[in-house]
């Protein structure tokens, strides 16, 4: 029987908890564990969309998301010093050790993704990591074309990612992914403009509140659509669209 | 007949000149290829260390290279504004910008190891980033025990992985690759305390210049006893570490 979202939730919490860093980053082992704080959307959409994902993609997907958090909360960027009610890593233990331990959460996300006998999981995290880093610069240096394009980059792709690292663990063959492709898509939009309007930002200041929350429900209504494609058990996943289209937090 | 180390250069500069980015990473292109200045030393040894080893290997080392000075010259580190007498990249984009660029370094550095059939390559690059990381760290916030286990964590570390990348890019058999292992530690030492005779610091300050000099020498020494093990021709690193004995800048 599949687990209920909570269930994987708590299943996340347990692979991040015992997760074994590399021993060359004990001196940064407090603050990378300050900076892997978070709601787990992504590891859990990670094991809800595989079966025997294993923790190590999981875990994987996870810190790729906690290092962006580390590097934009630094002062050179988002100037943040607190995240979900905690000082950030700068504001806890100093830039330069933010720095180097949100270096450090992407080398290990890698490393983690690289103990899967294919390398399959890691290049699609590694392109997805890219695509989030060139987001960030486009939303920092100003200038782009087009809010959707930019969301695709800095909140999409690592949505993409999470699925598919999810798929590739589990060894689904490739020929099956594109319409797993095409609901993370959806995913990542309803993520992204649900946070906006919880955040009064971005397709708030747009297209207005109403509009934004037509974008997301129509979001939302075409990623069950796609779920109804997948030939699989997605009754998790869909229960995970809902609870995204209806978070208040 | 095997090329000289000038020859490798001017290979590695091709190769890092014609290095086509990740799309996405168009916004950051410029402080990216900014950020890849530098002496070559570590790619060129991935070059000497395989044949066939392939452009991206060889990139793949340099550019986590560049991520870690790129990194370690923000203003929160070394507040480093010149880098062989440019601006460094902080200085040149800023500081936000900076801290995207070597993330950016880092992840393409990932993406080029992936592209091989095989993990192996990205698998000793992450290791060596990582021991890079901690030993950042160790010296950031001081009170290590030891001077030689630092500069291991440092710069070693990624001396090591260029020549096995190399091997792994290759194609050599896992069981050829201790004797490589024992050279690639001893030119990481040399190179390392020929940095600091030049810079007039790190074992200079323990040992004094005349026995770091003497410490040099032996390295070299090893280092070449080691190659003479090495069942392959081997003129050519032989040529890189009486080269880097001999060096001034």
Redesign the interface.
């Known amino acids: 029987m599949p687990r209920a979202p909570e269930e994987l939730r708590e299943l996340v919490e347990g692979y991040l908890g015992e997760l074994a860093l ?1 021993p ?5 082992e407090a603050p990378i564990r300050h900076g892997l704080g978070g709601k787990r959307v992504r590891p859990v959409l990670a094991l809800a969309s595989g079966e025997a994902v294993g923790a190590e993609a999981v875990a994987a997907v996870e810190l790729v998301h906690s ?1 962006s958090l580390v ?1 934009d909360d ?1 002062p ?2 988002d100037n943040d010093t607190e995240r979900r009610g905690r000082a950030t890593v700068w504001a806890a233990y ?4 933010a ?2 331990a ?3 959460l ?3 996300a ?2 983690l993704a ?1 103990t ?4 399959d999981v ?2 699609e995290l ?2 997805a ?3 989030m ?6 939303d ?2 100003g200038g782009y074309a087009d809010l959707a394009e930019l969301h695709r ?1 800095k909140t999409g792709a690592l949505f993409s990612a999470s699925v598919l690292c999810g798929l590739w663990a589990a060894g689904l063959p490739e020929g099956e992914h594109p319409p797993w492709r095409a609901f993370a898509a959806e995913l990542g939009l309803l993520f992204q403009v649900v946070d906006d309007i919880l955040d009064g930002d971005g397709y708030v200041l747009e297209l207005g509140e109403s509009k934004s929350r037509a974008l997301a429900d129509a979001a939302a209504e075409r990623a069950q659509a796609r779920l109804g494609e997948i030939d699989a058990d997605t009754a998790v996943l869909s229960e995970i669209v809902s609870g995204l289209a209806a978070r208040t937090s």
């Open positions: 590399t060359e980053l004990a001196p940064l290092f590097h630094l050179a960027l100093g830039e330069a050790t720095v180097l949100g270096d450090a992407l080398g290990e890698f490393r690289l899967y006998p294919r390398p890691a290049r590694v392109n990591t890219l695509a880093i060139g987001g960030q610069q486009l920092l240096a980059l």
